[in-house]
């Protein structure tokens, strides 16, 4: 079964509106949370490291003001791209790993498109 | 350099024969690598890990080259349904994992 649980599958939504995407850890507790992004034909790229009790991770050129990562419980971080544009059309996924060294699993991700 | 580097392909291939294709690395700190399998539109699947000595798994053979720094995967007589982008990754523990853009699978039938 689902290891990672991510709502909602895809997303549209106007220019300058909020989108806040869910990602739950179903099979065990996850102090730490993965958000990548991917956009076509491109690898998959890490956006942030999500920690719970404390502030996320950023990876370099990604803005914290714009993408917001809340990591409130050992099983729920969530990511709300603020203010979105038509550049951030994305796939966005989360990803949990049991320990360290292991494999990441995936949410099954967040198609967003920004019109 | 870019940290994982894979041949984009993509690689056509008839149904039944057998296909390998590497991905190389850089920063050989890097202790963990995996081999993950995406469909279109679609997050990526683990498919296996790979350890030095090597493993298998039913028709998929990893191996892992530290001296050269690449992985590689093999599969044995494809099916249809192995069609897909395998990206190859990384790292692990606090740091994520690091993912080459993958390499695109046709098998023809």
């Known amino acids: 079964g689902a290891v990672v649980s991510q709502h909602p599958s895809w997303v549209i939504c106007k220019s300058g509106t909020s989108v806040k995407i869910e990602c739950r850890s179903l099979?065990?507790?996850?102090?730490?949370m993965f958000w990548y992004r991917q956009f076509p034909k491109q690898s998959l790229m890490l956006m942030a490291t999500?920690?719970?009790?404390?502030?996320?991770?950023?990876e370099q050129g990604v803005e914290k003001d714009k993408f917001l990562i809340n990591h409130a419980s050992l099983t729920l971080s969530t990511l709300t791209v603020t203010s979105a544009h038509p550049e951030d059309s994305s796939f966005y996924i989360c990803?949990?790993?049991?320990?360290?060294?292991?494999?990441?699993?995936f949410g099954n991700g967040t198609r967003l498109t920004v019109t | 350099r870019k940290e994982v580097e894979q041949d984009p392909g993509p690689f056509n291939v008839p149904e039944g024969a057998t296909v390998a294709f590497n991905c190389t690395y850089s920063?050989?700190?890097?202790?963990?690598f995996f081999w993950y399998r995406q469909d279109c539109r679609k997050e990526p699947k683990l498919l296996m890990s790979?350890?030095?000595s090597g493993n298998e798994d039913g028709r998929f053979t990893a191996q892992l080259n530290r001296a050269s720094q690449y992985i590689s995967l093999l599969i044995r007589d494809s099916k249809l349904s192995d069609s897909a982008t395998y990206l190859c990754?990384?790292?692990?523990?606090?740091?994520?994992?690091?993912f080459g853009k993958g390499t695109h699978l046709i098998i023809q039938p």
């Open positions: 999500s920690n719970e009790g404390s502030k996320a991770t950023y």
């Open positions: 990803s949990v790993s049991s320990s360290y060294n292991s494999p990441l699993h």
């Open positions: 790979v350890y030095s």
């Open positions: 990754a990384k790292g692990g523990g606090a740091d994520g994992l690091t």
């Open positions: 099979d065990f507790q996850a102090t730490t």
């Open positions: 920063n050989s700190a890097s202790q963990s």
